[in-house]
């Protein structure tokens, strides 16, 4: 939530095993296992764009992943990317590229270039699962993302850890020096809620605000404050 408005929707991978729903976490891990990062980035990238872009409320912004380590160079990821766009006939502004784990990527050369072609393209940046650790600003720093967002990790019962608020309150710093909106993935309780807007955190996500649904839901109003986020 951003000054009480919904800010964007974030598209989910799920997946079934028979009657087992499986989360995206899941998913990933048996791409992974199964040497199919590419495949799979493709496909659910192909699925939130398709899916997503048409069920997109006016004015929001539609959020979908992009994994580095399943683009061999620039062009692999715009080809994956971009025709799907165009097909739908979508306005770029409002798609916004999530660069998973930025931090773990060692090709910073490939990674800057990789943003700078998508960004050229028309979409927002942001970097997903900041740590809060000495990458984090450097990722920052080299990206310039629209978005930076705050690994679950550090949300998950934040208010009773003074040393994660400090690690937080440094990125949120990082973050707006460079103009960059600061998401808190995770948000499950009132406290880690309160926690984050303290920290001068922008935005928030998780549970406390909504589970996940096929369709784009409305936002409580009773969760919005003036104030927050």
């Given at each position: 939530l951003a000054n009480g408005r919904a800010f964007g929707r974030e598209a989910l991978m799920r997946g079934k095993l028979g009657t087992v729903?499986?989360?995206?976490?899941?998913?990933?891990?048996?791409?992974?296992?199964?040497?199919a990062i590419f495949s799979f980035d493709y496909r659910a990238r192909t699925?939130?764009?398709?899916?997503g872009l048409p069920l997109l409320p006016e004015g929001e912004?539609?959020?979908?992943?992009?994994?580095?380590?399943?683009s061999l160079d620039?062009?692999?990821?715009?080809?994956?990317?971009?025709p799907v766009v165009g097909r739908l006939g979508a306005d770029p502004?409002?798609?916004?590229?999530?660069?998973?784990?930025?931090?773990?990527?060692?090709?910073?050369?490939?990674?800057?270039?990789?943003?700078?072609?998508h960004r050229k393209r028309g979409a927002l940046i942001a970097l997903d699962d900041l740590s809060g650790?000495?990458?984090?600003?450097?990722?920052l720093e080299l990206l310039r993302p629209d978005v930076a967002k705050i690994d679950t990790a550090l949300t998950a019962g934040i208010q009773h850890s003074p040393a994660r608020r400090a690690l937080v309150k440094a990125l949120v710093d990082c973050a707006h020096e460079i103009a960059a909106k600061?998401?808190?993935?995770?948000v499950e309780r009132v406290d880690e809620f309160r926690a984050m807007a303290d920290l001068d955190v922008d935005l928030g996500q998780g549970f406390y605000f909504g589970q996940p649904t096929e369709r784009p839901m409305a936002?409580?109003?009773?969760?919005?404050?003036?104030?927050?986020?």
């Open positions: 729903e499986l989360r995206g976490a899941e998913l990933l891990a048996a791409a992974e296992a199964h040497d699925a939130a764009l398709e899916v912004i539609l959020f979908v992943n992009l994994d580095p380590r399943a620039v062009e692999s990821s715009l080809r994956t990317t971009w502004s409002r798609i916004c590229l999530e660069i998973i784990k930025p931090e773990r990527c060692p090709d910073r050369d490939l990674l800057e270039d990789m943003v700078a072609a650790g000495p990458e984090s600003p450097a990722c600061v998401v808190a993935e995770g936002v409580d109003t009773r969760l919005v404050r003036p104030t927050a986020f």
